[in-house]
């Protein structure tokens, strides 16, 4: 199996700035992302659902690709963990 890295040494992973950086972006994804569903359900009632899907659906091949490329993952893992828990609070409010 092939290294994963860039080159053959690749440097640790920076942990002590990576985390913050992706709290930071979860953080901001998760707000964006409520308060999109909030003024989608206010406009057309049920229909954030499949809104809220297909932005999620759009913005997965992008986060997919940053995994990969040394700093940008950390923002992108953010988004992901933010999309995800925008998901969780709008289940727990009873989908608005």
Request: charged share 10%; hydrophobic share 60%; aromatic share 14%.
């Amino acid at each position: 199996m092939a290294q994963r890295g860039w080159g053959r040494h690749a440097a640790p992973t920076p942990w002590a700035t990576g985390l913050p950086i992706a709290a930071f972006f979860a953080v901001l994804a998760a707000l964006a992302d409520v308060a999109f569903v909030r003024a989608i359900g206010v406009a057309v009632g049920g229909w954030w659902v499949p809104a809220n899907l297909a932005v999620c659906a759009g913005l997965a091949p992008g986060l997919w690709l940053l995994r990969d490329v040394p700093f940008w993952r950390w923002p992108g893992y953010g988004v992901i963990a933010g999309l995800g828990a925008a998901w969780v609070v709008l289940g727990l409010r009873g989908f608005m």
